[in-house]
């Protein structure tokens, strides 16, 4: 790697992060601006663009880093790869708490109560059934369940990018 | 340090965070077992009562409700619960052997100096939610009556908390005190 190239990975660095925070959240505004809901897959695009960011920013803090302990004269390099790691670490954080919350509200969601009719019997708070709803699954479950696994070991991507080793 | 040393400790590194990452996943999905079969065992049942028709004024049919009766059950969900904990710990206890071993056998990297921390606040993190755990089960005892059953009671609170106390110090005494040895070859 030169010197040149080197400088390029730092910026993309320390840029690639902040560009994908920023078009998350302003594609997140438009979506829910544009058609008034936020769906879980959304959720899941959203947290994947952020995490691709910041793996695209760790990998190449992670050559510059690789290249200032070759050669040196890069010193903003150890910087870049500590600020992409914090952010890794909120961003790994943040898609657990997300997958948690999301996991749990599915579960509610199997739940189906009878539907109220009027001089029927009162309100049953226990008469409820759990039932496989194809829609709870797919659009509320299995998203929950890319987040967890995309937050987990991408987290562990990012970490093993932000250490590579001057070769 | 060698090609093959530094695949090596970059390896072994990567094994304990990706065990740390198992362990965390596999914490989130007991979790969710562990809810979901809260949905079938529940500490109270619902019984319709008929309002005394004495009480009703003329003309009129006597209310119903569902009135909520405590019946106390051992839930699975609060071993479910204690699994996850126990994974989780096995996995990070797992991890931070790992990581031990690397740093004792090659030089220290940047990322078998992740792996090694990584492996510690994972350590730490099961250690609190054992902690935690323990500490909520009790907490939710004291809110519980006083005429349950023995066995109910035994299940729901002393043997879990038992189970829990039992965890933390081995996850403590592995951790930090009873470390394997690692051989220098």
């Known amino acids: 790697m030169t010197e040149q190239q080197a400088k390029k990975a730092l910026s993309i660095g320390f840029a690639s992060p902040i560009i994908g925070a920023a078009l998350g959240v302003l594609m997140g505004l438009a979506i829910f601006d544009l058609f008034n809901a936020f769906e879980e897959w959304t959720t ?7 995490g691709f960011s910041i793996w695209l920013g760790a990998t ?22 500590n600020l992409n790691s914090v952010l890794a670490i909120v961003w790994m ?59 987990m070991f991408g987290f562990v991507f990012m970490l093993v990018a932000t250490s590579k080793v001057a070769k | 340090m060698s090609n093959q040393t530094e695949l090596s400790a ?44 004495d009480m009703t004024p003329k003309g009129e049919e006597p209310s119903q409700f569902y009135e909520r009766i405590y019946e106390p059950v051992v839930s699975p969900s609060t071993y479910l619960i204690l699994t996850g ?4 710990a096995m996995t990070a206890l797992w991890a931070r052997q ?25 350590v730490i993190l ?5 902690v935690v755990f323990g500490f909520a089960t009790f907490v939710e005892s004291l809110s519980r009556r006083e005429d349950i059953d023995v066995g109910v009671r035994l299940l729901s609170t002393y043997v879990p908390i038992l189970l829990t106390a039992g965890l933390l110090l081995f996850v403590a005494l592995r951790a930090f005190v009873l470390k394997p040895e690692v051989k220098n070859d």
């Open chain 1, 44 to 50: 899941v695009v959203l947290i994947a663009l952020l």
């Open chain 1, 60 to 81: 190449k803090s992670g050559d510059a880093l690789s290249y200032d302990n070759k050669h040196g004269g890069l010193t903003a390099a150890k910087g870049a790869a």
């Open chain 1, 93 to 151: 954080v943040i898609g657990f708490i997300t997958s948690l919350v999301m996991g749990l509200s599915a579960l509610q969601n199997f739940r189906q109560y009878p539907e109220a009719e009027m001089g029927q019997q009162p309100y049953n708070p226990g008469a409820f059934t759990v039932e496989f709803d194809s829609s709870v699954f797919f659009g509320e479950f299995i998203p929950a369940v890319v987040i967890v696994a995309m937050s």
């Open chain 2, 10 to 53: 970059r390896k072994l590194s990567v094994t304990s965070l990706l065990l740390i990452a198992i362990g965390a996943t596999s914490w989130w999905a007991i979790t969710i077992l562990a809810n979901y079969s809260d949905f079938f065992y529940d500490d109270y049942r619902y019984e319709l009562v008929t309002e005394d028709a």
């Open chain 2, 85 to 88: 904990i126990l994974v989780f």
């Open chain 2, 98 to 122: 790992i990581a031990n071993r690397t740093n004792a056998q090659f030089e220290a990297t940047r990322l078998s100096k992740t792996a090694s921390v990584w492996s510690f606040i994972a």
């Open chain 2, 126 to 130: 099961a250690l609190v939610m054992g």
